[in-house]
């Protein structure tokens, strides 16, 4: 498309030029038509350099994406854990000297702020669920009884 206007561009300078009377109107005409050529040669660059500019933002963003990954894990929902087994948790997490606050069966922010520093100082995920990973290590075998 770039080349197509340029081509037209100086296909009617030619024949502003043949058109022209006067070699003093031809130089003149010939001089105008360069200037913008030129001017419109220069946006064209600007163009081209902003579009590479967002092609490589873009390019960035997708391997962003791409290089992305997922990981699934199991947990034990909220909902699901019994009052004796939160407080098999909290006993367990308070004997490996992790603070669960008090022990109650119910899961508290102070019980989430000890299994986490544990799942940390365990190399487990660290988040706000208690894992089927995280139950293994602190030795509470099985979800049943839940």
Not at 69 to 82: D, G, H, K, Y
Request: hydrophobic share 35%; aromatic share 4%.
């Amino acid at each position: 498309m770039i080349k197509k206007q340029l081509v037209t561009m100086v296909t009617f300078a030619g024949v502003f030029t043949l058109l022209s009377g006067c070699q003093t109107t031809n130089e003149k005409v010939s001089d105008s038509v360069a200037s913008e050529l030129n001017k419109r040669s220069i946006a064209l660059d600007l163009r081209e350099a902003e579009l590479d500019k967002k092609t490589q933002e873009l390019n960035a963003q997708q391997d962003l994406i791409v290089e992305g990954s997922t990981n699934w894990r199991s947990i034990l929902c909220e909902p699901n854990i019994s009052t004796a087994r939160t407080i098999e948790v909290q006993k367990s997490l308070k004997e490996k000297g992790f603070n669960p606050g008090l022990i109650d069966g119910f899961i508290g922010k102070s019980t989430m702020r000890a299994v986490n520093q544990f799942q940390e100082a365990n190399g487990l995920p660290v988040n706000n669920y208690i894992s089927i990973e995280t139950l293994k290590a602190l030795g509470i075998s099985g979800i049943s009884g839940n």
